[in-house]
Nanobody, 123 residues
């Protein structure tokens, strides 16, 4: 089992940047597909980005392409989500998740979830 733990959320002005981090508690992330999901009040939890266990392949939801970057630091066993040019609609609780296999953009593929870190984008 692996337990993701997120950090880095906070308040940021629209157009600004923020970097989220995800570290494991227990088993290492190295053999898992890792992803970021987000959920705003009254909305469904939705896919944001994912990275292969080797770190060589990434996937993003269209709305964040060109603005967000998911990466993996193998030495530190840490997954990051760099968020640039933030918009008001990016405000949500962001969750880090781990999966052995499956459809990357589907929340049902992920067995292990962090508790979330809140991102608030203000005007």
């Amino acid at each position: 089992q692996v337990q993701p733990v997120e950090s880095g959320g906070g308040l940021v002005q629209a157009g600004g940047s923020l970097r989220l981090s995800c570290v494991p508690s227990g088993r290492a992330f190295e053999s898992y597909v890792m992803a970021w999901f987000r959920q705003a009040p009254g909305k469904e939890r939705s896919f944001v980005a994912a990275i292969s266990w080797g770190g060589g392949v990434t996937e993003y939801v269209d709305s964040v392409k060109g603005r967000f970057t998911i990466s993996k630091d193998k030495a530190n066993d840490t997954v990051y989500l760099q968020m640039n040019s933030l918009k008001l609609e990016d405000s949500a609780v962001y969750y880090c998740a781990a999966a052995r296999a499956g459809t990357w953009s589907s929340s049902q593929s992920y067995e292990y979830w962090g508790q979330g870190t809140q991102v608030i984008v203000s005007s």
